[in-house]
């Protein structure tokens, strides 16, 4: 106890020299600790020198002189602590620390025990980078020769004809023959890549390599294979597009046929037939032409990937040109929409016409229920009628002259479509035309007739009204006749009053003709004739009274004329004796004289007799 107690100053000072040493060592170990695991890719030359830099700087801390040093002083440092706690224990002052190297010493020990795992762990990382590097320096000239290759399979190549297509085929097929040639070389050294990074401490930088080469050598291989069918595409599309372009045009040409063989058809039932038939017919035209299109797109674009500049433009313009034919079938389906408004139209102009026949027959009808009614109508009631009806017909004429602009501004044939059901709708509306303007002159001549109707029928009253206003007392005077004149004044009054009774009569007669004359040139007279032919009854029945009287009267009249006269005659002879001078009254004549006076006086009495009855005397009685 008492020799390390004496010594020991002396032995921590030779150990501080050897510490110092030591302490660089493990800085330089934990420099190079740093370096290895420091984030940094490097070369593999640069890592090699890092690695035997730290392989060399671990064989230092390794040695076993330094390994003696370090249990040495381990064991310097224990005897101490043991010296000190005896002292304490025995109650004697501890002995005296020599210097302050011995914290130092501690700390040396402290760190180098520290220092020691991350060796150990660099050792395996070390090891395991070395490996990584090498492998990508077995990777390098693969990724070299794939990246080359890629860029073969992906460089810009242009074709303008299928001979161009198939040069650049045979070229690109021994591109793929290289890689089919490495592909082993490469699925090996990714097998033993992959087996590396499934090590513990495999660096991320690995993998990273190890998924840019797999990504590489599949995007070279994918695009190599996408090339090589590209090209093979291409050099089919060739035909596939002259092809398509010359079947679209063909059907281009179908459809505009198609189109120009559209006709108005004016048989109803045979143009629905016709539609139905042109629309399935321009829906197979419209499927194929967008099917072919399509076709010549999709080879265009084909085309285009592989075509320079100068065919990209010829190609392009082909496909627009093709695009622009391809409108037919726009103006196909507005063809059809058009052929279809047509027969929607022609469908409501037959409608049209239909309907303006049955208004004719309609306004026939009921012009002639105004021509012989069914039942007894005022001359007003007809004459209004009538109007309203030409008013009615008139409109109906307007109707007929607008719809007609419809058959001229749209409806109207063309060259081959002027068919017989075209010309019969044209018969059809000109026979509306023509049978409503006949209509409306009749109708009008109706209500101007109807109108004069109601002139003649005031006519016609006029002489009822006459005749209603003598006959009462004509007939009256009928029955009464004439009484017996006690006086040849009395008979010349009443012969006066019978001739005027004859003259009112024959009035009355020109009235009533003249109230027939004007009944008979109304349109309807039925009832005017009827009334006139009780009128002329009446008439005709005083009329013959007034004649039978007016010949009695005038035989009684004369009758008393000539007895007076003759009466007369006597008496002046008798009494003047105005014979002549030297005549002599001859009294056989006078006799003869006196007896005609008695019978005229004889039948005067008869005639007076027979005037007594009511009835107008019979003349052949008077004549008695």
Request: glycine share 4%; net charge negative; charged share 35%.
């Amino acid at each position: 106890m008492s020799f390390w107690q004496e010594n020991l100053p002396f032995i921590k000072g030779f150990f501080d020299e050897r510490s110092t040493k030591f302490l660089e060592l493990m800085d330089n170990a934990e420099k190079s600790i740093e370096q290895v695991n420091a984030d940094q890719i490097y070369t593999s030359k640069q890592f090699k020198r890092i690695k035997d830099n730290f392989q060399n700087i671990v064989k230092n801390l390794e040695r076993q002189e330094v390994r003696d040093w370090l249990q040495n002083t381990r064991d310097i440092l224990t005897e101490e602590k043991k010296m000190i706690a005896a002292a304490e224990a025995a109650g004697e002052a501890p002995p005296k620390r020599g210097s302050s190297g011995d914290d130092k010493l501690a700390q040396i020990f402290a760190r180098f025990e520290g220092l020691t795992p991350r060796v150990n762990e660099t050792k395996l990382v070390t090891d395991m980078l070395w490996k990584s590097y090498e492998f990508t320096d077995d990777l390098v000239p693969l990724m070299e020769f794939t990246t080359e290759q890629f860029g073969l399979a992906t460089r810009e190549v242009f074709s303008g004809s299928v001979s161009q297509t198939e040069e650049i085929i045979e070229k690109h097929t021994k591109v793929m023959d290289k890689l089919d040639k490495k592909k082993k070389d490469v699925k090996d050294i990714i097998t033993k890549g992959e087996k590396l990074a499934g090590e513990a401490k495999a660096p991320a930088f690995l993998g990273e390599k190890l998924a840019e080469m797999k990504k590489l050598w599949s995007n070279t291989n994918d695009e190599a294979k996408q090339r090589l069918d590209d090209l093979r595409g291409n050099a089919g599309c060739w035909n596939t597009f002259a092809e398509k372009c010359a079947l679209l045009q063909t059907q281009v040409t179908t459809a505009q046929k198609q189109i120009d063989d559209v006709k108005k058809l004016y048989d109803m039932p045979r143009a629905k037939d016709d539609f139905k038939e042109r629309t399935d017919k321009a829906i197979s035209i419209k499927n194929d032409v967008e099917k072919t299109f399509t076709a010549v797109t999709e080879a265009n674009k084909i085309l285009q990937v592989l075509a320079d500049d100068d065919v990209k433009v010829q190609l392009s313009q082909e496909v627009e040109d093709l695009k622009t034919a391809a409108e037919v079938s726009k103006a196909l389906d507005e063809k059809l929409a058009w052929l279809d408004g047509f027969n929607k139209d022609i469908i409501d102009y037959d409608k049209i016409c239909t309907d303006l026949e049955a208004i004719i027959a309609k306004d026939r009808k009921d012009l002639d229920g105004l021509i012989k009614p069914a039942a007894v109508m005022k001359s007003t009631d007809r004459l209004v009628s009538a109007m309203d009806l030409a008013d009615d017909i008139r409109g109906q004429e307007e109707i007929a002259t607008v719809k007609q602009q419809l058959w001229d501004q749209g409806l109207a044939p063309e060259g081959k479509e002027n068919t017989a059901e075209a010309k019969e709708f044209v018969k059809r509306m000109t026979d509306v035309a023509s049978k409503l303007s006949a209509l409306v002159k009749e109708a009008d001549g109706e209500a101007a007739k109807y109108g004069q109707d109601i002139v003649l029928m005031a006519a016609f009253n006029n002489a009822q009204k006459t005749f209603a206003a003598w006959i009462a007392g004509a007939e009256a005077k009928c029955k009464t006749g004439y009484g017996s004149p006690n006086s040849i004044e009395e008979s010349t009054v009443m012969v006066a009053d019978c001739k005027a009774w004859k003259e009112m009569c024959e009035k009355v007669c020109t009235s009533l003709e003249a109230g027939k004359a004007s009944a008979l040139k109304m349109t309807l007279h039925d009832e005017q004739d009827k009334l006139y032919t009780e009128m002329k009854a009446r008439w005709t029945e005083v009329d013959k009274s007034c004649k039978e009287w007016t010949i009695k009267l005038e035989e009684l009249s004369g009758m008393w004329t000539k007895q007076t006269e003759m009466l007369n005659k006597v008496t002046s002879t008798m009494v003047t004796g105005e014979a002549g001078a030297g005549e002599q009254v001859n009294l056989n004549e006078l006799d003869a004289q006196m007896e005609q006076i008695k019978d005229m006086f004889v039948k005067k009495q008869e005639m007076m007799k027979k005037m007594s009855s009511v009835a107008a005397p019979d003349p052949a009685q008077l004549a008695v």
